[in-house]
Nanobody, 119 residues
């Protein structure tokens, strides 16, 4: 069993920054990709950014140049640095990890953290 715990959401003014963290814990597991999705009110959940175990990162166009995803494999933790935030970035952000355990491979999700960009 693997758990993902997120932190770092909150309220920020337009143009501000936030840093999200997501730590995976459990026993006898290995992580492939990690990343972040977000879901705004009335919209479908969408991929924001993901990073491979080797550190290769991909971003969706709306966040390119503003968001940075990094991971610390020793800590099983992924971070999302969000800069120049806009009201359109308001959403619940979900961490995910592609994990192999003793019983198989699958995606695990965090509980979500609210990010609100408003003046």
């Amino acid at each position: 069993q693997v758990q993902l715990v997120e932190s770092g959401g909150g309220l920020v003014q337009p143009g501000g920054s936030l840093r999200l963290s997501c730590k995976a814990s459990g026993s006898r597991f290995s992580i492939y990709d990690m990343g972040w999705y977000r879901q705004a009110p009335g919209k479908e959940r969408e991929l924001v950014a993901r990073i491979s175990s080797g550190g290769r990162a991909n971003y969706v166009d709306p966040v390119k140049g503003r968001y940075i995803i990094v991971r610390d494999n020793a800590k099983n933790t992924v971070y999302l640095q969000m800069n120049s935030l806009k009201p359109d970035d308001t959403a619940v952000y979900y961490c995910y990890a592609d994990v192999r355990t003793t019983i198989g491979r699958g995606d695990y999700w965090g509980q979500g953290t609210q990010v609100t960009v408003s003046s």
